[in-house]
């Protein structure tokens, strides 16, 4: 099977009609039904809703990691063609996870047998951008991550961890990064200094970055909102 | 009990099994082979003891030791019985005189006092069931003789003899009848002479053995001997002397019996592995369950339950593919000489495997939920000194030939235990190293998964090792034990014709004739005769012992009058070692008082199940008088076809090519083996399981790593480099370990099992050719865990 992406013309993040729903027991339960949206490049996108409304569903149909049901999700990378990720077939979805998307979770987003720096080298290794290692550590210094280079997940903190996240999930420079509630496990102090570096970063970094939060300052710190339990 | 709250438990415990059907297959599996192996065992052995229990004479059913003394007469009889019914020989319940000879036609008479037999309801008397008044009026004594069918007459001297059972014929064994004492006094003259005592001996350890046979058979073999009765001026020996082929199977099925347990040691190895997997993954819910107020032991005991609910239906399965294991086996040891009844699976079988079945359930299980929710770790001092005692038992197992095969086998668990639970703690102790290694990613981090996370791999490739290791053992024994026995064949077939005359006569004609035949280059004659030697019976061969016959028994001089050379088996059974003197006692009716021998050589005899004494044919004859009977024949030919095709067609002559008797000896032997070869299959089938579940199950309990990487765009081909890193690490530490073991293993198998087990002893001569197969097979064992490990994927359940 061939694994280049097939593409489209067409620009930014477009989602259109979008359906996705699971089997739950016998009866099929619609997590995102019609759901169409445009996002520009490099914006912010909070992503808002109750549990169980389908943002992290969403998060994952953008990442290629589920297949929609009906609808189009179509990504354009910067300064590439445009990529219809609701085609995608598995291998080339992968591919597309690797090249152009960077995820920030909400718990466990360090490969716990990795230090800090393999964890972070991880996405470039896989891409062959070893040569970004340096712009990728001076990131890591700016998160205030210098001093932990050579420690694994295990002896951080859960705030150092999504700073070491964030600097993973921007490494090798991916056009959309994607954060499941990426604050939603730390205390006030570390929420804002978390969300103030990945926004900040991501903004750097040029990175269209949709945030899935309960958080509704966070929220008002996007550029665009989009709430799903409003979605008709 | 809270019995709805674990009925709801229990429920979701087998919805949790449900949910992991590759593992709970593999477990599933795994029990089945493990009672499968001892059911199979179990049944052989069975089968086996059945057929020697037909083989053995009939005068010696239920009797435990044999009494002699020299010049054994009536009245030392009449004189031990009176010392028993005063009540000095309590533990003695039963008492029989015996008498037995050889006729002078070479038909071996055996008399025993059946009114004796019948006060102690000894079952020899079941077979005289014929004997009554009227058949004695009649004038025709009852005889039970191999191969004759009942109300035959048979006519010795002036003696009339009337059939009254049939037992099976025995090939290459002196023809028996077995007749009350009187008669046997009759035929063979001097009333007044006895050659033994035989009684049963009541004690608590012969009878605790007598049941440990019923449920695990040929287990006595392995156990000490168990006290012989105090007679004072008697010898008194085991009984096992008399029938030694009895001795023999017992010790083949001790050894089947252990290595049949191996796959029960392993699927329990397995299913602990997989329960500890089963229960990290687990582990958040059950603890959730806990804060919410459940006891923890309400949890196990759910946690426990699901697996014996998992076990019964596994341990069916065993039992019912265990009857066609023992046949498979049965027929791959016999091949198309298989006249062995298969007994179906009794009472006494289906509760040693469901107990089997259930214990690795409860065991494996339990274990796995201990350590899991253990509050402290096990105080070091404790492993310390579980690891001292084990150590202690090893070495006493093996130093103290008292502790017999038992010793041995204890020795053996020891060992395999110590060795298969050190790959936790060595993982451990790479760990630091791991994690300053440097290399591709995906190998750093399939290193450091394995020395991070031992306690989800480790047992599973302890496993691995034991199954290899094992297998390694019993193939390097093998081939030691066969290099031997090839070499035996090829230094005691050298003549290339050999004539066996039934009825014992007319052998040195017929060699005179042959030896005029212008194809022949050497006939020689030889022949047997049962004897005792300190009370043990005896086969003496006796032959012109030339330099080159001698060789044929490893020694290098011809025999000369008074010299003897003995079988292994009989040297290690009398004590008696190179140098020493032997006392033969000859026959009464020959007049001939015993004659001193001196032992000037040992020879093996593989599979022989009696002694055997060598001796000149000068040194027979004053033993045994002239003439002597000889009906063996033993022809050297370079045109031994010319001479075959010219023997054809002689009645009552049995002939063989030295060859053909070489290429059937080798035939035999490999498929005795592949019994074995088939049990070590089994284990390693299911420590392969133990690997699959391992490594399955690890992808599945690092689910969020897993998805992470998902995440990150890894491909299935980094998760294959690194599951294959994972599987290969484990595999070469499994093979580490099991290389070294195997060896050992292989070692006490031939200095230490096979001479406490058969009397025998075999050369360790290690090679290559016995390791490779089960390397290969742990190799692709390895691999396809490996690729298992990368194919598997956890479900992926995005929270909404």
């Not at chain 2, 065993?318 to 699976?345: E, H, R, T």
Request: overall charge neutral.
């Amino acid at each position: 099977m061939s694994t280049e992406l097939p593409t489209v013309n067409r620009t930014a993040v477009e989602v259109s009609s979008l359906g996705k729903r699971y089997r739950d027991g016998t009866q099929d339960r619609v997590v995102l039904h019609e759901l169409s949206f445009v996002a520009p490049a490099g914006a912010v996108v909070a992503v808002c809703g109750p549990s169980g409304v389908g943002k992290s569903s969403l998060l994952n149909l953008l990442a290629g990691l589920l297949a929609p049901d009906s609808g189009q999700i179509v990504v354009t990378p910067q300064g590439g063609a445009a990529i219809a990720v609701h085609e995608l077939a598995p291998a080339q979805a992968t591919l597309y996870r690797r090249r152009h998307v960077g995820y920030v979770f909400q718990f466990f987003n360090l490969v716990p047998t990795l230090t800090v720096a393999e964890n972070v080298r991880l996405p470039l290794v896989l891409n062959g951008l070893e040569s970004q290692w340096p712009i990728a550590c001076e990131r890591l210094l700016a998160l205030g991550m210098g001093s932990h280079l050579e420690s694994f997940p295990e002896t951080l903190s859960g705030g150092e961890r999504q700073r070491v996240a964030i600097a993973r999930a921007l490494a090798h420079s991916p056009s959309l990064v994607l954060a499941d509630e990426p604050t939603g496990n730390l205390d006030a102090m570390n929420t804002r200094r978390v969300a103030d570096l990945l926004f900040a970063q991501a903004r750097a970094a040029g990175a269209t970055l949709f945030i899935a939060t309960h958080d509704a300052v966070l929220a008002a710190a996007a550029d665009m909102r989009l709430d799903l339990d409003q979605v008709p | 009990m809270n019995i709805a709250g674990l009925r709801l438990l229990l429920r979701s415990s087998l919805r949790f099994l449900r949910s992991a059907p590759g593992s709970t297959l593999s477990v599933f599996c795994g029990v089945a082979i493990g009672v499968l192996s001892i059911t199979g065992v179990h049944l052989l052995g069975e089968s086996v003891g059945q057929a020697f229990d037909g083989m053995r004479p009939p005068h010696l059913g239920e009797i435990t030791h044999v009494l002699t003394r020299s010049d054994l007469t009536t009245n030392d009889y009449a004189q031990l019985r009176a010392r028993w019914r005063l009540g000095e020989l309590s533990s003695i319940d039963a008492m029989i005189p015996l008498r037995e000879g050889v006729l002078k036609d070479g038909v071996r008479m055996v008399g025993i006092d059946w009114i004796a037999a019948l006060e102690a309801r000894l079952p020899v008397v079941m077979l005289f069931g014929g004997i009554n008044g009227s058949s004695r009026n009649a004038g025709d004594d009852p005889v039970i003789v191999e191969g004759e069918w009942p109300e035959e007459v048979i006519r010795i001297d002036d003696v009339q003899l009337r059939v009254v059972h049939r037992l099976p014929g025995r090939v290459d064994q002196p023809r028996t009848f077995y007749v009350d004492m009187g008669t046997a006094a009759r035929l063979l003259g001097d009333d007044k002479r006895l050659d033994a005592v035989l009684v049963r001996h009541r004690s608590v350890a012969a009878s605790g053995a007598e049941f440990l046979e019923s449920v695990m058979p040929g287990i006595s073999a392995g156990l000490p001997v168990a006290p012989a009765p105090e007679v004072d001026g008697w010898q008194v020996h085991a009984v096992d002397g008399e029938a030694p082929g009895q001795g023999l199977a017992k010790a083949v099925l001790f050894n089947l019996g252990a290595l049949g347990s191996l796959s029960l040691l392993v699927s329990l190895l397995l299913m602990y592995q997989t329960a500890v997997i089963w229960l990290r993954r687990q582990k958040v819910i059950l603890a959730a369950l806990h804060d919410l107020g459940v006891d923890r032991w309400l949890l196990g005991v759910s946690f426990v339950a699901a697996l014996l609910l998992l076990g019964v239906p596994a341990t069916a399965l065993g039992v019912f593919a265990g009857d066609g294991l023992a046949s498979l086996l049965l027929a791959s040891a016999l091949g198309d000489n298989m006249s062995v009844i298969m007994p179906q699976p009794g009472a006494a079988v289906i509760l040693k495997a469901a107990i089997a079945g259930a214990g690795v359930c409860v065991a494996g299980g339990g274990l796995a939920w201990w350590r899991e929710w253990r509050q402290l770790p096990l105080p070091s001092a404790w492993v310390r000194l579980s690891v001292a005692v084990m150590v202690v038992i090893a070495v006493i197992g093996l130093a103290w030939p008292s502790a017999g095969l038992i010793g041995v086998f204890a020795s053996i668990l020891c060992i395999c235990l110590l060795a298969g639970f050190s790959v936790t703690p060595l993982l451990r102790g790479w760990r630091s190293r791991a994690n300053r290694m440097g290399g591709p990613v995906w190998l750093r981090m399939g290193v450091r998964e394995v020395t991070w996370f031992p306690d989800d791999l480790s047992i599973a490739c302890a496993a691995l090792a034991l199954a290899v290791a094992v297998s390694i053992g019993v193939g390097v024994m093998v081939d030691s034990f066969r290099r031997e026995f090839s070499e035996l064949l090829d230094s005691r077939l050298v003549n290339d014709v050999y004539l066996s005359i039934s009825g014992g006569s007319g052998a040195q004609e017929l060699a005179g004739t042959i030896g005029s035949w212008p194809e022949t280059s050497r006939v020689t004659v030889s022949g047997q005769r049962a004897s005792r030697l300190g009370g043990i019976p005896v086969l003496v061969g006796y032959t012109d012992f030339t330099a080159a016959e001698s060789s044929r028994y490893g020694y290098s001089r011809s025999l000369a009058k008074g010299e003897a050379l003995i079988s292994e088996t009989l040297a290690r059974a009398a004590n008696l070692r190179v140098g020493q003197t032997l006392q033969i006692d000859s026959e009464s009716e020959l007049e001939i008082a015993g004659r001193v021998l001196s032992v000037v050589g040992l020879f093996k005899g593989y599979g022989e199940l009696g002694f055997r004494i060598m001796v000149d044919t000068d040194t027979a004859s004053t033993l045994f008088g002239s003439p002597l009977q000889f009906d063996r024949v033993s022809i050297d030919s370079r045109k031994s076809s010319v001479v075959l095709s010219r023997l054809e067609g002689l009645t009552g002559v049995r002939v063989s090519s030295g060859r053909t008797m070489r290429q059937d000896a080798l035939e035999t032997f490999d498929r005795t083996f592949a019994i074995t070869d088939a049990l070590t299959w089994l284990a390693m089938l299911v420590s392969s399981g133990a690997m699959f579940n391992a490594l399955t199950g690890f992808r599945l309990s690092q689910q969020t790593t897993g998805r992470l990487l998902d995440t990150l765009g890894v491909d299935f081909g980094w998760n294959l480099r690194t599951s294959m890193v994972r599987a290969g690490m484990l595999g070469m530490i499994a093979l580490g370990i099991a290389l070294p073991l195997g060896l050992w293993l292989g070692w006490v198998l031939c200095e230490y099992v096979n001479p406490r087990a058969f009397g025998w002893s075999i050369g360790f001569s290690p090679s290559v050719q016995p390791l490779l197969l089960p390397v290969l097979l742990a190799g692709l064992a390895t691999v396809a865990a490996g690729f298992a490990g990368a194919v598997v994927r956890p479900p992926f359940r995005p929270r909404g």
